[in-house]
């Protein structure tokens, strides 16, 4: 058991001139054993060249960079005159008051609909991320509103292949056990693979 | 201007997210030497350290727009990094492979004066390839990339308190490893 000033000391809550010689020559061991762990291996040139690559991979189009742009949360300053805004709160209440049937999504003929589901017991929440949005996380959220643990997501996508992978509470990227099939992600692990099909064949 | 000498960690992160994809090389540049070294510490290996490093900084640029506070862009990374650790740590358990049969990581070429202190280090990762994940984490955070008990929070999630615990449950375990040579 190590003298609990020892412990102080490398805690920075007590000077080392406090200690008896014996105890200083514990902390200056240990921090020479921590300087001597320390030293960085050399930077490795390979490493940045390795993630750059995969990243300019996955370098959003620059329509997929206008919509990021128009989705992106912005603050705004809103100055308002009182008689206008009373007109607009007028329609908007004409609006919710005889509500147009609502017609659901428009797909277009290039687009399908992709069904997410997963099982996770336990976990506060579930996204899916992919090569359709960038993999930008906590866009596209699973739902489980009656609490079984089976979350699930229906989502318009072009139609074609997409790699995607789920991540449970904001942090863990799993992969869907589901999928069937995968693919390589260039780092040792997989991705899941989804083919949507187009609404008109 | 920053203590790197270039653009804050906030100013990068917007060219980012704002379409600059090569202004994420500045991030790697700036910290992909601590990552590496905290992982091949973790590790005890340097080609699985590389891996989860890479793995790391791919992920946090994926979430790059998820980072809440540009400004402890460090932090964050080493909380990606320490989770990409323990993912691999947890598919070495299942190879069985022991930490502490990997071959010393050196600072460069060994020469004959560097002998002592390369066996020293040896010695060392050894005690710190027996610790438990935790303790390592711990120790490694704390005294080789000279995180506040607050930033290791941060990056574990763990309660300060039993930050404190560990360290000191890893510096016992360095001691007495350095004392047996004696």
């Keep these: 058991m190590m003298d609990p000033r020892v412990q ?4 920075g809550e007590l000077p080392v001139t406090a200690l008896p010689p014996e105890l200083a020559d514990e902390v200056a061991r240990l921090e020479g054993a921590a300087a001597l762990l320390a030293v960085a291996p050399a930077a490795d040139a390979r ?3 390795r ?9 959003p189009g620059p329509v997929l960079r206008v919509l990021q742009w128009l989705s992106a949360p912005r603050s705004v300053t809103l100055r308002f005159r009182p008689v206008w805004s009373l007109a607009v709160v007028a329609v908007f209440a004409a609006v919710a008051l005889f509500p147009a049937d609502e017609p659901g999504p428009v797909l277009a003929a290039d687009e399908g609909v992709a069904q997410f589901v997963a099982r996770f017991p336990g976990a506060r929440s579930v996204d899916v991320a992919g090569s359709f949005n960038d993999w930008r996380a906590g866009e596209v959220h699973l739902r489980d509103d009656d609490h079984d643990g089976v979350w699930r997501a229906a989502v318009v996508l072009p139609a074609g292949e997409h790699e995607y992978m789920f991540i449970v509470d904001g942090e863990r990227w799993v992969a869907d056990p ?5 693919v390589a992600d260039g780092f040792g692990r997989e991705n899941s693979l989804i083919f949507v099909r187009p609404l008109a064949p | 201007m920053t203590e790197h ?10 060219r980012v997210l704002g379409g600059d994809v090569e202004a994420f090389g500045i991030i790697i540049r700036r910290y992909e030497p601590g990552l590496s070294r905290f992982a091949a510490r973790m590790l005890g290996d340097r080609d699985a350290a590389a891996d989860a490093v890479a793995e790391g900084l791919v992920r946090a640029y994926r979430h790059l727009a998820g980072c809440r506070e540009p400004e402890r862009l ?7 990094v320490a989770n990409r650790c323990k993912s691999h740590l947890a598919r070495r358990s ?3 492979v022991a930490l502490d049969d990997a071959p010393p990581i050196a600072d460069g070429a060994d020469t004959e004066a560097r002998y002592e202190r390369t066996e020293q280090l040896a010695l060392l990762e050894g005690a710190l390839a027996r610790l438990p994940d935790e303790k390592r984490e711990a120790f490694v955070l704390k005294h080789v990339e000279g995180l506040s008990y607050e930033e290791m929070s941060a990056v574990t999630g763990e309660r300060i308190p039993t930050l404190k615990m560990r360290v000191h449950r890893a510096r016992e375990a360095l001691l007495a490893a350095l004392k047996e040579r004696v």
Excluded: F, K, N
């Design chain 1, 8 to 11: 102080q000391v490398l805690d």
């Design chain 1, 47 to 49: 490493l940045e060249a």
């Design chain 1, 51 to 59: 993630v750059m690559a995969a990243i300019r991979r996955r370098a």
């Design chain 1, 178 to 182: 589901l999928a069937g099939r995968y």
């Design chain 2, 5 to 14: 000498g270039g653009p804050s960690d906030a100013e990068v992160v917007a």
């Design chain 2, 74 to 80: 460090r932090t964050w990374l080493y909380r990606i």
């Design chain 2, 94 to 96: 299942l190879a069985d």
